[in-house]
């Protein structure tokens, strides 16, 4: 009998498939992906991008933060790109899913924004593999009782 490859941990499954989910993003300054989970089964995926019917940054000349100046973090409304733990929120909500008791797989910790939207709706935790340092988001997360959880490049490498 053959045997099958290691398989992957639920952790590096998930998250490669937040990932995965980035590789649809249209931002011009970066890609990134979430993915909603409960007992090992998929919610929603959603990645940064344009609200749907408008036009995307690069058919407007290039991207608006970058021609005005604008650093990370700062002046969020100055974008048209819907965050992608925005996106799997709206997902869930187009299709009746609850988000409650769910945890998030993002490739980018959440800003302060993201946070608070999935505190209301509901998750118990959150896992992401690049830092966005915020401490009022990490503040926000502890008190509302929601875990926060970096993945390093180690605990999502698939070990042959």
Not at 14 to 25: D, I, K, T, V
Not at 118 to 143: C, D, Q, R, T, W
């Amino acid at each position: 009998m053959a045997s099958h490859p290691e398989r992957p941990p639920w952790d590096t499954y998930f998250m490669r498939m937040a990932f995965l989910a980035a590789e649809r993003s249209t931002c011009l300054r970066r890609h990134v992906g979430a993915v909603a989970v409960r007992d090992k089964r998929i919610l929603a995926t959603g990645y940064n991008d344009v609200p749907s019917g408008v036009r995307h940054c690069h058919e407007l000349g290039g991207c608006l933060r970058e021609r005005k100046g604008v650093e990370s973090g700062e002046l969020l409304d100055y974008c048209r790109t819907v965050h992608a733990e925005q996106n799997v929120i709206i997902q869930c909500a187009i299709h009746a899913v609850s988000l409650r008791d769910a945890v998030v797989y993002c490739t980018h910790q959440p800003c302060l924004t993201c946070s608070k939207m999935l505190v209301n709706a509901k998750i118990k935790g959150v896992y992401y593999y690049h830092p966005y340092p915020s401490v009022m988001a990490e503040e926000l997360f502890e008190e509302a009782g929601v875990f926060l959880k970096p993945l390093s490049p180690a605990e999502i490498e698939h070990v042959k």
